[in-house]
């Protein structure tokens, strides 16, 4: 029998946990042929997420636990139940039971046929806001514009299944600012995509606001690309170029016309308009030079508090 992992982070789940452990293990009560395991993580929760997990391992020998010393993310909580797992495959998913996982039998049968990663691509269904749908087309659009990974549409979820030779490639990579989504594309190996709709969240808030969407965004965008930084200077030579052609202009028709070069309205909005595109390439410069400096101080990506492997 084959062995399955079902990596799942948990912050502040506490509504969902029982729900989802209910879920996969009807699950695989129809899959005859494997045996599973499911490891949580709990990335420094707040609520009784911790108590709950404990109880469901002492009463169900399919439930392992990690538990973060603090919170360190999303991604890293999802790299150490890839860590941690000794499967064949390794299935990541969510919590809140956004990623359904009834589709489980579809992303195993895709891995039988050969595929050493299945992802999914999700839709949204109809009740989902236009803001939430076109900000996540666009980033991913963007992300593949200006790196050198390529996402499908509505393929940046990290409900997916890898195959145990992707597990341990992943494993022994340690990036100061991890980003899987783009990793698992970015590593190449043999990939297929499934659909699914995204479900609607069983119980509790997401902790994912506009500012972790934005950290996220960037994370992924510069963690597999120095477009940005090639824009900088593009946009150096530009703004430039322009200066100089708009201002030599000025000149030519003050002399033509006898009139006096003047007007510091003028002159401020171009001091500003040059020092705010001066910002702009030193923000993007300091964002590499900040990912160098948590990359060179080698710190583990999390902490392990306790856990019952």
Not at 59 to 71: C, D, G, L, V
Not at 87 to 109: C, F, G, T, Y
Not at 217 to 235: D, E, M, N, R, W
Request: charged share 20%; aromatic share 12%.
């Amino acid at each position: 029998m084959k062995k399955i992992s079902v990596v799942i982070p948990a912050h502040n789940e506490e509504g969902n946990i029982s729900l989802i452990h209910q879920r996969i293990k009807e699950v695989f009560a129809k899959l005859e042929d494997y045996h599973f395991e499911i490891i949580f993580v709990n990335d420094g929760s707040r609520d009784s997420t911790q108590q709950i997990l404990e109880k469901l391992a002492r009463e169900n020998e399919e439930i392992k636990f990690i538990e973060f010393s603090r919170n360190f993310g999303h991604q890293p909580a999802v790299k150490a139940g890839i860590d941690s797992s000794s499967a064949n495959a390794v299935i990541s998913m969510d919590a809140d039971l956004q990623h359904p996982p009834e589709l489980i039998p579809k992303m195993i049968e895709q891995w039988e046929k050969g595929f050493d990663i299945v992802f999914t691509i999700r839709t949204y269904p109809k009740h989902i806001s236009t803001f939430k749908r076109k900000t996540s087309e666009l980033f991913y659009h963007l992300l593949s514009g200006i790196s050198d990974v390529n996402l499908v549409k509505g393929g940046g979820s990290d409900f997916r299944l890898m195959d145990a030779s992707v597990v341990d490639v992943i494993r022994n990579m340690n990036e100061a600012d991890i980003f899987l989504r783009g990793l698992s594309t970015w590593i190449g190996f043999k990939q297929t995509g499934v659909e699914f709709t995204a479900g609607d969240r069983a119980s509790g808030e997401s902790s994912y606001n506009l500012k972790k969407m934005m950290r996220f965004a960037f994370t992924g965008i510069t963690a597999f690309s120095v477009k940005p930084l090639y824009l900088a200077a593009y946009l150096g030579f530009i703004f430039s170029a322009f200066a100089v052609l708009v201002y030599g202009i000025y000149v030519v028709h003050s002399f033509i016309a006898h009139t006096e070069i003047s007007g510091w309205a003028s002159l401020i909005m171009t001091v500003v308009f040059f020092g705010g595109v001066q910002l702009i390439i030193l923000g993007i410069i300091g964002i590499y030079l900040g990912k160098m400096f948590k990359q060179v101080k080698d710190r583990p990506n999390y902490i392990i508090r306790s856990n019952n492997f």
